[in-house]
């Protein structure tokens, strides 16, 4: 819920100050943060984030969560370079700015990442999850790219 001290209409949690487990790797011609559990698995998730971009630390929170349950976590920068949203930015401007980045528009990205996690993970079951502007790539996702086992699309 916006308010005065949280002026963002979606609520972006209090890890802010979260580090990580993971590393950041470049895949292709885009970086992620990916995290690994401490035994092997072919089981793993991409973590699409929403519009406060991959480098959001409560978005890594997720992915670590994620590992620590034995899949191998990988949240690519689905904008490919370009800024991610600010909470301190004018949201008379979002329309314009989210017209430059369209969540049904990042086949290319994922069939990069898909190679990544099966020809350097070992991965063989991979599933998808996003938020907001990511729960609605998983919804793309999900109707075009028989490789991912499962989606879930959170207020997308």
């Known amino acids: 819920m916006a308010n005065e001290s949280r002026p963002c209409p979606c609520d972006i949690g209090d890890r802010f100050d979260y580090g990580g487990r993971g590393q950041e790797v470049q895949v292709g011609h885009i970086k992620a943060y990916v995290c690994k559990p401490s035994t092997s698995t072919d089981k793993a998730v991409i973590v699409i984030h929403d519009i406060f971009g991959w480098q959001l630390p409560n978005t890594r929170y997720i992915a670590d969560m994620l590992t620590t349950n034995g899949y191998i976590a990988i949240c690519p920068d689905f904008f490919v370079g370009q800024e991610a949203w600010k909470p301190s930015n004018d949201w008379a401007s979002f329309d314009d700015w989210v017209k430059t980045r369209d969540a049904g ?24 999850i996003g938020f907001c502007w990511g729960g609605a790539a998983v919804q793309h996702l999900m109707l075009k790219n028989p490789h991912l086992k499962t989606g879930v699309s959170l207020y997308g």
Not at 105 to 128: H, M, N, P, S, T
């Open 105 to 128: 528009k990042i086949d290319k990205e994922v069939d990069v990442v898909l190679k990544y996690l099966k020809d350097q993970c070992g991965a063989k079951k991979i599933g998808v």
